[in-house]
């Protein structure tokens, strides 16, 4: 799955994020938005972030790289747990 602007995902964070407050240890799952998309080459999936702190009264942005190894500094997509709605159909183009 392709990242777009707009989706939820969780960055893995490395301890030494700067403005990040101190729950955010290491390898914490952070919840965090694609804020923009910065492929360095065609098949880089590197994304703009906001990644959202504690409270949500700040919004950190930080550039990751995608990787499903959880590493951290990373982004990945969020797990799936059971009972979860499948997701939802993407609207066709001509509209039905």
């Known amino acids: 799955m392709k990242p777009s602007i707009g989706r939820i995902v969780h960055y893995v964070t490395m301890g030494s994020d700067p ?3 101190e729950h955010f240890r290491a390898g914490l799952h952070a919840p965090a938005i694609v804020a923009a998309l910065m492929p360095l080459v ?3 999936e590197s ?8 409270g949500f009264e700040r919004v950190l942005p930080i ?12 982004w990945h997509w969020p797990e ?6 499948p ?3 993407a609207r066709r183009q001509d509209g039905l």
Request: contains cysteine; negative net charge; proline residues 9%.
């Open 19 to 21: 403005l990040a407050d």
């Open 80 to 85: 799936r747990e059971e009972g979860d709605a």
């Open 42 to 44: 065609e098949q880089d």
């Open 47 to 54: 994304c703009m972030l906001a990644m959202f702190l504690p």
């Open 87 to 89: 997701a939802v159909p």
């Open 63 to 74: 550039v990751a790289a995608h990787s499903e190894g959880r590493e951290p500094g990373t």
